[in-house]
């Protein structure tokens, strides 16, 4: 199959190397880009057994989504508002995860994505079902996986891990706190050593198993490794992690410093910043991204910088859950490698990468007259090569050769009534385009949208059906209610003389 796509501009190449080509086109030929250049050129050059586009649109890569966990509805339809990580993050395990087949959610986030112009995204996926509950997880694992297969999407999927500190990052104290009667309902205990290895036994078994069922054997299909963050994976389970990767030449997904609470475990159990403690563990390197990585030093970001470690900026999911702003300015400028996530929790929940980067756009605007900030071109790169090194593939760019993952931006909306000959195309598309204005979306050379049509899947019927989901009986409420009241009251202890945070304080 031989396709040429087409439009008033194509957006060539990525960083220095980018060009603008006015009226341009892109021929592909199986999954791989063939040729690149002007329409009026390439029409002529060669078959095409079909042609796609106008001179509305804009000829661009495929946006990538660096960190997600592959949930189709809002957990606020679900009744569960942003709030604090720690206190959120208890609802998000025991209530937000139920109600209907996790096939259907996943594709559902898939769709989302794809419709909206995302082409490759990463799903660090969370089992509703413990690893304990080997069979039940094993199935549900291979559903999340399966889903992201036939969406047609670029899937970056690294299962989560966790073997210490299920509730809060110092569960030994905390849980001595807590009633007896929470303590059972939610069969809340302390990690003893051999529940660890048990964990992690079962943890390799499963991602080997999926590695070897799944990895490249399509090639839009990665299975990357997927610990939790530093406080919830022992150390013992972080090195033998490292070592299946290098093994395996595959990914390393996980967070790092969400919170100023995770910030502080650092301190108060490391002795050191839960980034340095990776590197003395020698985990860090450019296999591994670290989703938020909020909360770090300026020695963090030397020591990423030096690894060649990605961080993975979430604006939207940082504010909504109240975890603050990430050092993006320093990062860049310091030479890091970063990427964009949307994490589930965009900023209006529909799956917009073009609206959060307009929103990483906003944020990194230094007060002053100097206007230190991050230029539309450095945000762009930042989701294309940082989400290429992310991938570990060389997607992001329409480049002779590359794998064919393009979109197609129709330019009517967002150029009524006329654009100034002075705005560059790369500050119009990131300070004016919606993913709702995207018409065409190309996927390793297969058309999956086509004038805004979903085409491996009937979204309708998958909407229909997750509407017969109910709410589970208010026994759960009840007791989530009074276990997140004692997750507040103990990091309530962890801020006493913190500096309090004050937006423009004077």
């Known amino acids: 199959m031989r396709t040429l796509l087409y439009g008033k501009y194509l957006i060539k190449g990525a960083g220095k190397m980018r060009e603008i080509i006015k009226d341009g086109a892109v021929c592909v030929e199986g999954s791989v880009i063939k040729d690149v250049g002007s329409f009026k050129v390439l029409s002529k050059s060669y078959r095409y057994d079909r042609k796609i586009g106008s001179d509305k649109h804009i000829v661009m890569p495929g946006l990538i989504n660096s960190h997600d966990h592959g949930n189709g509805i809002s957990l606020i339809l679900r009744g569960i508002l942003d709030g604090p990580l720690e206190a959120w993050v208890q609802e998000f395990f025991y209530r937000g995860m139920e109600g209907w087949n996790t096939y259907d959610n996943v594709m559902l986030s898939c769709i989302n994505q794809i419709e909206n112009g995302v082409t490759c995204f990463v799903n660090h996926y969370y089992s509703p079902f413990d690893l304990l509950d080997y069979d039940r997880h094993v199935k549900d694992i291979g559903s999340a996986v399966r889903a992201?297969?036939?969406?047609?999407?670029?899937?970056?999927?690294?299962?989560?891990?966790?073997n210490q500190?299920?509730?809060?990052?110092?569960?030994?104290?905390?849980?001595?706190?807590?009633?007896?009667?929470?303590?059972?309902?939610?069969?809340?205990?302390?990690?003893?050593d051999k529940d660890k290895a048990e964990r992690l036994k079962l943890y390799m078994k499963v991602f080997k198993d999926i590695h070897r069922k799944y990895d490249s054997k399509d090639e839009r299909v990665r299975i990357y490794l997927g610990p939790s963050n530093v406080h919830w994976v022992s150390d013992d389970a972080w090195k033998e992690i490292k070592k299946t990767a290098v093994s395996l030449q595959t990914g390393i997904h996980t967070h790092l410093v969400e919170t100023r609470y995770q910030a502080q475990y650092g301190s108060k159990f490391l002795g050191k910043t839960p980034a340095k403690h990776l590197e003395d563990l020698g985990i860090l390197g450019?296999?591994?991204?670290?989703?938020?990585?909020?909360?770090?030093?300026?020695?963090?970001?030397?020591?990423?910088?030096?690894?060649?470690a990605t961080a993975v900026h979430n604006p939207s999911?940082?504010?909504?859950?109240?975890?603050?702003?990430?050092?993006?300015?320093?990062?860049?400028?310091?030479?890091?490698?970063?990427?964009?996530?949307?994490?589930?929790?965009n900023i209006n929940d529909e799956r917009d990468m073009f609206q959060e980067m307009r929103l990483c756009s906003l944020l990194h605007r230094v007060p002053g007259v100097q206007a230190s900030h991050l230029s539309s071109e450095e945000i762009l790169d930042m989701n294309l090569i940082g989400g290429s090194k992310v991938a570990l593939s060389e997607i992001g760019a329409i480049e002779i050769g590359r794998k064919a993952d393009i979109i197609l931006v129709n330019m009517a909306r967002f150029t009524t009534p006329f654009v100034s000959p002075k705005l560059s195309?790369?500050?119009?598309?990131?300070?004016?385009?919606?993913?709702?204005?995207?018409?065409?979306?190309?996927?390793n050379g297969d058309l999956v949208v086509r004038n805004k049509r979903f085409l491996k899947a009937d979204k309708s019927k998958l909407l229909r059906g997750m509407r017969k989901w109910r709410e589970r009986d208010s026994e759960l409420d009840q007791n989530l209610a009074k276990l997140v009241a004692h997750v507040r009251s103990f990091y309530q202890k962890w801020d006493e003389g913190e500096p309090t945070y004050r937006m423009n304080f004077m």
């Not at 790369?426 to 018409?439: E, F, H, P, Q």
């Open 286 to 308: 450019p296999e591994v991204s670290c989703a938020h990585s909020i909360w770090l030093t300026r020695e963090d970001i030397s020591v990423l910088a030096k690894t060649g």
């Open 165 to 192: 500190n299920y509730c809060t990052y110092a569960d030994e104290s905390f849980l001595q706190t807590l009633p007896e009667e929470i303590k059972r309902y939610f069969k809340l205990g302390i990690a003893t």
């Open 425 to 443: 195309l790369i500050d119009l598309l990131v300070l004016r385009a919606k993913g709702s204005d995207v018409d065409h979306v190309m996927i």
């Open 317 to 345: 999911s940082n504010l909504r859950l109240f975890n603050g702003i990430a050092p993006v300015l320093d990062m860049k400028r310091a030479g890091m490698s970063v990427a964009i996530g949307l994490d589930g929790a």
């Open 148 to 162: 992201g297969i036939d969406s047609g999407g670029r899937v970056l999927f690294a299962p989560a891990f966790t």
